[in-house]
T-cell receptor
């Protein structure tokens, strides 16, 4: 059974650019949530999607957005990148929103 | 709101010995879930163990067990027979009820600051 797949693994972008990260959940899982991990702030919740609907959003500016497709794959987009957006972005997959959450390997974004 | 506190920034243990990583939580919810994850230097977050708030028995998964003390709001992770490969960052996390624009869900995980475990040969 395949795990959670995040692409790309590594990304280098310039300030002001935008970026799209992808997450393919475990087959059959309908809940996908995203987290940002930085040395200073730790792990912070970005948003949760369930059956193509955003259920919750963390305390991040509107430059951070996401969506979920009918096959449960999810993408998150960050526009007008800032240096502070450099982080490890992790995606978690769950069968339902209240069951065990399994993470992908993350996408390490560097903004220069 | 949920809060997770891990008071041990770093822990050291000798190979083959047991180690306990502390975790306390705060929530006003009656229904919640507690998780432990391992994060090696590669960055991947590896699921270790889960405890539901209504579970009577402490969760166990191989060498991992969760010492759940509901009245004290603690959920300590016990690793038995430590191995060199256990050296990593360990995170305690909680899933509780959140009401957002899309309704009520349990999809948000709140994490502690983590404990770096180093296993010595």
């Amino acid at each position: 059974k395949a795990g959670v797949t995040q692409t790309p693994r590594y990304l280098i972008k310039t300030r002001g650019q935008q970026v799209t990260l992808s997450c393919s959940p475990i087959s059959g899982h309908r809940s996908v949530s995203w987290y940002q991990q930085t040395p200073g702030q730790g792990l912070q919740f970005l948003f949760e999607y369930f059956s193509e609907t955003q259920r919750n959003k963390g305390n991040f500016p509107g430059r951070f957005s996401g969506r979920q497709f009918s096959n449960s794959r999810s993408e998150m987009n960050v526009s007008t990148l800032e240096l502070g957006d450099s982080a490890l972005y992790l995606c978690a997959s769950s069968l339902e929103s209240n069951t065990e959450a399994f993470f992908g390997q993350g996408t390490r974004l560097t903004v220069v | 709101a949920q809060k997770i506190t891990q008071t041990q920034p770093g822990m050291f243990v000798q190979e083959k010995e047991a180690v306990t990583l502390d975790c306390t939580y705060d929530t006003s919810d009656q229904s919640y879930g507690l998780f432990w994850y391992k994060q090696p230097s590669s960055g991947e977050m590896i699921f270790l163990i889960y405890q539901g708030s209504y579970d009577e028995q402490n969760a166990t998964e191989g060498r991992y067990s969760l010492n759940f003390q509901k009245a004290r709001k603690s959920a300590n992770l016990v690793i038995s027979a430590s191995q060199l490969g256990d050296s990593a960052m360990y995170f305690c996390a909680m899933r509780g009820r959140v009401t957002g624009t899309g309704g009520t869900s349990y999809g948000k995980l709140t994490f502690g600051q983590g404990t770096i475990l180093t296993v010595h040969p």
